[in-house]
């Protein structure tokens, strides 16, 4: 592999990390916040690339790129905003109507509603839009790009790096420095002790829900801009390559979950890049698994949960 | 009166189980309840379907063959059953041990391997690699807590297709291995493709077995202590129980069951392909032991049948009959709704999200619960929760 191709790759690797790493955070606040496995997270992120076609396409009208730089940002701002919105909504009636009644009935309880959860939001889309897969707008022109030495980099990939990244940055901070963040740490560590303090343990859950399904909704903007398609099962394959960067990066922490989003985008690319493209969803299970019997707290987790 | 509900008891202890904390008086007769009740169903079915509206649907042949394939998907239920009802553990790949079974069978008896050995020990072999495959994914997973493993699993589900799948040289790719020999009895000769009685009455048989078996695994030591650690692992384990042993052993009964199923699939329908064991399927069997009361297994079973009834048979008859009723467009706005045009066949897996939400919302012991499990579910509603919490913690 001459150092063209590599640095290329690279980009490509950064790129498909970072949507995993973006659909990972969402698991690993949910998980870090009420320890639910929230198997319907992955077609919140389907659902969004769904809203942002239908914005896109169907209600704005959008066919293919935008050549007006100022009209390009304006759209792509309203786009995800709108997305983002709306899927936090959704992530927040989820969790209202489906998991709020079984937080404390047995484990099983709410693992199995999240898989139903799952499968209505699939069919809901697929019965709304059928089963093909249909064409996004992509309105960032995916050939445009620059030479970095010998390798062609598309403005769409440094785009969506830098969004994931930015959004991650956000996200730190909000959790770090505001009020609310302080509440959604504390009642992850102990939610008795945060409500005995006086955080209002709904709102602070509801809160975390509504980050982490407006970022998958971001997420699925960027899939409709990125590879200019979606369909309605893309969220199972995806939402369990980003549960598995979540667990790579060690569950409930939020930083982890972005280097195991980078880690399983390199993985899968240079496997690709490799001629194991058919192989790549096996490689990353066999990690998946590896990680959860050798170090089930991740790469920078350090709670040990084991609880009866 | 007395000697009335003595004999209801005994012949019919399976479908009401008397089980308390001191554990089931009357299992003695339950084998003999067992084979007596499937005898009497399976009799019955053939015949009933021939009353309206039953008959109506299709003809007798096709019901039968039909009621062949449920088989299939009642030894799935009552297999993860074990796993997921008694023991409490979530396993959502369990169609990979489902695929296992049947590649197991078509590796001994097709042209593609150029083997034939008999249908009748090739089911076992198929029970045996299927639990050999349990266990090795169980051995290093099922220290785990609970909801990993149920992500392990749901990976290890998703990994077997795309073995099967890319391993072209051994398992013929996409294409899957066809042309599998059809099963034999020495008196009777080979199964005819097109006569669905012989099919019929193997599953039948396979079933019962199968329920004898487990109900009394069930009421034995080891399903006692399946239970002990469904209700809490740390005290289970605090009393002695071997607690990865006790799993691991559930995993492979469990596994083992599927691969039973997979080996009389692959000899029912003599063409496996990957596609046919994708997620959906384990995601079928989970909503058929939800809905038909997880730890009872003349619940599950029966859960089973009618779900796959409901998706082979009514959703199919639904369209047909609401195509007749030529119920007009509705028009709401943007919306268009024209009801004859629904094809309900597409609702299937949204059927059952929306039956997997509300049952564990509402009514989380299945609809023909097991008297203990709907006990230990409807804890949680009595005690405040601060008090759970402080027991969990």
């Known amino acids: 592999m001459d150092v063209g191709t590599l640095t290329q790759q690279i980009v490509n690797a950064l790129t498909l990390g970072a949507i995993y790493a973006l659909i990972a955070l969402g698991y690993t606040m949910v998980y870090g916040i009420i320890e639910l496995i929230n198997f319907a997270h992955g077609d919140v992120f389907m659902v969004g690339s769904f809203v942002s076609l239908w914005l896109l396409a169907d209600f704005l009208g959008f066919r293919g790129p935008i050549n007006n730089p100022l009209q390009l940002v304006g759209i792509l701002v309203f786009a995800f905003v709108f997305s983002m919105g709306v899927m936090g909504v959704v992530g927040v009636l989820i969790e209202r109507f489906a998991y709020r009644r079984l937080r404390n009935a047995p484990r099983l309880a709410p693992l199995i509603t999240a898989i139903g959860v799952s499968f209505i939001l699939q069919n809901v889309i697929q019965i709304w839009r059928g089963p093909a897969q249909l064409n996004s707008p992509q309105l960032i022109d995916v050939q445009a790009g620059f030479y970095l030495g010998s390798a062609f980099v598309h403005w769409i990939s440094i785009f969506v790096i830098t969004l994931a990244i930015g959004l991650m940055i956000g996200l730190q901070l909000f959790v770090s420095k505001t009020r609310m963040g302080r509440a959604m740490r504390s009642t992850a560590l102990d939610r008795e002790a945060a409500q005995l303090m006086g955080v209002d343990i709904n709102t602070t859950i509801a809160v975390t829900f509504f980050i982490g399904s407006a970022l998958a909704g971001a997420a699925g903007v960027v899939q409709g801009l990125y590879y200019g398609y979606t369909f309605f099962q893309i969220g199972f394959q995806a939402g369990l390559k980003a549960f598995t960067a979540a667990v790579l990066g060690g569950i409930g922490n939020t930083t982890g979950a972005a280097l195991g989003g980078f880690t399983i985008g390199f993985i899968e690319v240079f496997a690709s890049q490799a001629g194991y493209t058919s192989w790549s969803e096996a490689i990353v299970f066999t990690i998946l698994i590896l990680v959860l019997v050798f170090r089930p707290t991740g790469l920078l987790g350090q709670r040990v949960v084991e609880r009866a | ?393």
């Open chain 2, 1 to 393: 009166m007395s000697a009335l509900r003595q004999l209801r008891n005994s012949l019919f202890a399976g479908l009401k189980p008397v089980s308390g904390p001191t554990g089931n008086y009357l299992h003695a007769h339950q084998s003999l309840s067992v084979v007596f009740g499937m005898a009497l169903t399976a009799t019955l079915l053939p015949f009933i379907i021939l009353l309206p509206p039953f008959s109506g649907f299709a003809t007798q042949p096709d019901w039968v063959q039909g009621f062949a394939s449920a088989g299939i998907f009642v030894l799935l239920a009552l297999g993860l059953n074990v796993v997921v009802g008694l023991a409490g553990l979530l396993d959502l790949g369990y169609a990979a041990f489902f695929a296992i079974g049947a590649y197991s069978y078509a590796y001994g008896a097709s042209p593609f391997s150029g083997v034939h050995l008999p249908f009748w020990p090739l089911l076992l072999v198929g029970a045996l690699v299927a639990a050999v495959f349990g266990l090795l994914l169980g051995a290093p997973t099922l220290r785990l807590r609970g909801d990993y493993l149920a992500i392990v699993t749901l990976g290890f589900g998703e990994i077997v297709p795309v073995v099967f799948r890319n391993a072209n040289t051994y398992t013929n790719g996409i294409n899957g291995i066809g042309g599998m020999y059809r099963p034999a009895l020495p008196v009777y000769g080979t199964f005819l493709g097109l006569d669905p009685v012989p099919y019929y009455i193997t599953v039948v048989a396979l079933v019962t077995v199968a329920m004898i078996l487990l109900y009394r695994i069930q009421d034995s030591r080891l399903g006692r202590a399946w239970m002990a650690i469904r209700e809490d692992e740390l005290a289970a384990a605090s009393m002695g129980i071997n607690t990865v042993t006790t799993k691991l052993l559930a995993f492979a009964i469990g596994a083992s069951t599927a691969g039973l199923a997979g080996v009389f699939y692959a000899s029912k329908v003599t063409i496996i392909s990957p596609d046919s064991f994708l997620f959906a399927v384990s995601f079928t069997i989970l909503a058929m032991v939800v809905l038909g009361g997880m730890g009872n297994v003349w619940g599950v079973a029966a859960g089973a049948f009618v779900v796959y009834e409901i998706q082979s048979e009514f959703l199919k008859q639904l369209n047909g009959f609401v195509a007749t009723l030529g119920l007009p467009a509705v028009n709401i706005g943007f919306l268009t709704i024209d009801i004859s045009k629904v094809d309900f066949l597409q609702y299937q897996f949204l059927l059952y999200g929306l039956a997997l939400v509300g049952m564990m919302l509402l009514r989380p012991e299945g609809l023909f619960p097991s008297r203990r499990r709907q006990a230990e579910l409807h804890d949680a509603d009595d005690a405040d929760a601060a008090n759970q919490e402080l027991v969990e913690a």
